[in-house]
């Protein structure tokens, strides 16, 4: 005899339902974003905006010593670090000051 495994929906913790999200977006009028932009808007330190430039996660390019993000890269990144948060909001990499 064969077993078969049923959870019930309502025992799976809420991290596993795929929720839908309205996607966020920046309303800036720059096509390219500073450090100082994306601090401002995130309400997060310098420290904090170039240690994830410097990982990668977020895509950029460095023009000597300053760092340019596409709005729509940045666009892009909240929406899929929210995606990735069991809550719904940015990591905490990103959210502490």
């Known amino acids: 005899m064969r077993k078969t495994f049923f959870v019930p929906l309502e025992s799976l913790p809420e991290v596993l339902y795929a929720v839908r999200m309205d996607r966020i977006t920046v309303d800036l009028d720059k096509p390219w974003l500073t450090v100082a932009d994306i601090c401002e808007y995130m309400d997060v330190s310098p420290f904090?905006?170039?240690?994830?430039?410097?990982?990668?996660a977020l895509p950029a390019v460095k023009f000597?010593?300053?760092w340019r993000v596409?709005?729509?890269d940045f666009e892009d990144w909240i929406n899929e670090e929210r995606a990735l948060s069991p809550d719904g909001r940015v990591s905490s990499e990103v959210s502490d000051k």
Do not use: A, D, Q
């Not at 904090?48 to 990668?56: D, E």
């Open 70 to 72: 596409s709005l729509r």
């Open 64 to 66: 000597g010593r300053e």
């Open 48 to 56: 904090v905006v170039t240690s994830v430039l410097r990982t990668g």
